[in-house]
């Protein structure tokens, strides 16, 4: 692989001659060394971290160009003209050139340009310890960002710590985020490193940044300020290196006017600003989504992925997601543990149910779209259902009656119903 570079001039961004001397000369140290004192191997380390930030800072209009032939060239068999300089790539050749950059995403992302432009900040601000602010609907992934940041960052083997803001009483934040002594207050038994203390020389994620009391936000400044930290309940500071990931769903700007939310807390955390776009703007992420999430859930409950009908693959498609990919997350869990082979319109949460989403008879698929064993099971699903809701009918929505006249264990009667996404308390007599 080569550097493209038009014109044959060197700009700023290092060749790969260099790049591989520099490597081989490190590659040499630790070849020929016997032994190896801490001191050599913290030089090794900076080393190899500068040489880390000079690769991630090589353009990627530089590195990749179509199929790195974009550099202009003539036809040998006609002499016709070059074809011109494609610099400006589609979205399918930034997320392809993201990827190939070695970039640590863990999950799967689409080509939405507002999503890729988001990446890709991240992905520049990943080498720097620069503070970064994520912010965007509940459920876009704001921490999935924040991973992606610390894994892309020269800090990627050390901790990672994450903190939910607004999970946190007013009277212990103080003592989790800092740590406290022993003594300190009651019920405080032993000395205690907080959260910033763990994440030293790693990275802290301060989710819901907008949920913290204005006094946090006091004590937050001042350590973003100083870099150091005193526990509850003592006199020392103690200094701390960690980088700091916050994130929010709401605005924070407005925060500001109403004067829930400092103004200088706000600017210290969003040197670097990257705002995710909701999963309703980013319709072409949702079939790589529902295969990744039908793959992962499959995997997590032991069990082979789950078909989907047409009609059910349709509605998931179309499907607003006001909780964004962690509402699609869960719908594909459920559809893995409450189908069988096949998942239905039938196994959505009934709150999102479309009305007419009783199950799908084999007749009313496509003949293409089943397999003989297929229709079989649908057809069996379909009278298995209808068992049940006349047997629920029959009792008034008894369970444990049901279970007894059709000496079955009640457990697996539970099963069942949620299987086909039947609730009892629908059948109870009104009266």
Same mark, same amino acid.
């Given at each position: ?40 191997? *913290?030089?090794?380390?900076?080393? !190899? ?49 993201? &990827? !190939? ?15 890729? #432009? ?17 912010? =965007? ?15 892309? =960052?020269?800090?990627?083997? @050390? ?13 212990? %934040? ?13 019920? !405080? ?30 004590? %937050? ?14 006199? *020392?500071?103690?200094?701390? #290196? ?40 980013? @319709? ?16 997590? &409950? ?11 693959? #349709? ?23 409450? !189908? ?35 229709? @079989?099971?649908?057809?069996? #699903? ?30 697996? %009667?539970?099963? &069942?119903? @949620? ?13």
């Amino acid at each position: 692989m080569k550097l493209y570079n038009p014109g044959g001039e060197r700009g700023s961004a290092m060749s790969y001659a260099g790049l591989l001397e520099k490597i081989e000369i490190m590659r040499s140290t630790l070849r020929w060394a016997t032994r190896i004192e801490r001191p050599d191997v *913290e030089k090794l380390l900076r080393q !190899a971290n500068t040489l880390r930030d000079e690769v991630m800072g090589l353009s990627h209009k530089e590195r990749f160009v179509q199929a790195l032939g974009g550099e202009r060239r003539t036809d040998a068999a006609d002499g016709t003209a070059p074809e011109p300089l494609r610099l400006e790539p589609s979205h399918g050749e930034r997320r392809r050139a993201l &990827l !190939a950059r070695s970039f640590v995403f863990e999950g799967t992302f689409g080509d939405n340009p507002k999503l890729l #432009d988001a990446l890709e900040i991240a992905e520049k601000a990943a080498p720097t310890d620069l503070p970064v602010l994520v912010d =965007g609907e509940s459920g876009t992934g704001k921490e999935l960002m924040a991973k992606v940041i610390h894994a892309n =960052g020269s800090r990627a083997d @050390k901790p990672y710590i994450s903190v939910n803001c607004g999970a946190i009483p007013d009277s212990l %934040l103080e003592s989790e985020l800092f740590g406290h002594k022993k003594g300190a207050f009651t019920g !405080a038994a032993n000395d205690r490193k907080g959260k910033f203390e763990s994440a030293h020389k790693g990275t802290i994620f301060l989710d819901e940044i907008g949920e913290l009391p204005l006094p946090g936000q006091v004590k %937050l400044l001042r350590v973003l300020q100083s870099h150091e930290i005193q526990r509850v309940g003592s006199d *020392e500071t103690i200094s701390v #290196d960690a980088r700091i990931v916050a994130a929010t769903n709401k605005n924070l700007r407005k925060l500001i006017e109403q004067g829930s939310f400092r103004e200088d807390l706000f600017y210290r955390l969003s040197v670097i600003h990257v705002t995710l776009p909701p999963l309703r703007e980013r @319709k072409d992420e949702i079939p790589l989504l529902i295969a990744y999430y039908g793959d992962e859930s499959a995997e997590a &409950l032991g069990r082979a992925p789950v078909a989907l009908t047409p009609r059910l693959r #349709d509605f998931l498609l179309r499907y607003g997601y006001p909780g964004n990919i962690r509402e699609l997350r869960n719908i594909m869990y459920r559809i893995s543990c409450l !189908a069988g082979e096949t998942g239905d319109l039938s196994h959505l949460p009934e709150d999102i149910r479309p009305v007419n989403a009783l199950p799908q008879s084999a007749a009313a698929v496509p003949a293409a779209a089943l397999s003989m064993a297929e229709a @079989k099971r649908v057809a069996s #699903d379909e009278a298995e259902r209808g068992c049940l809701e006349r047997g629920l009918q029959e009792v008034g929505g008894n369970v444990a009656e049901l279970a007894r006249r059709w000496e079955m264990n009640r457990s697996h %009667l539970q099963i &069942l119903l @949620k299987k086909h996404g039947l609730h009892s308390k629908d059948f109870r007599k009104q009266g």
